[in-house]
């Protein structure tokens, strides 16, 4: 399978159309906005596990 090649050029919500998924960020000093994240409703535990810290956003 070919993989896309999404391009610069595309804005966070063309590439999140392409891609699909869900675009989240933990509240972590450190933390850096995960794209296609799996889905809102795992993002706290995400958060907690991976960074120990809670959603900033999720959509």
Do not use: D, H, R
């Amino acid at each position: 399978m070919k993989k896309l090649n999404l391009g610069s050029e595309l804005s966070k919500n063309e590439q999140k159309k392409v891609t699909g998924g869900a675009t989240l960020l933990c509240n972590a000093s450190w933390s850096q906005v995960v794209y296609n994240f799996p889905s809102c409703s795992m993002a706290a535990t995400y958060c907690a596990a991976a960074q120990g810290s809670t959603v900033n956003y999720c959509y």
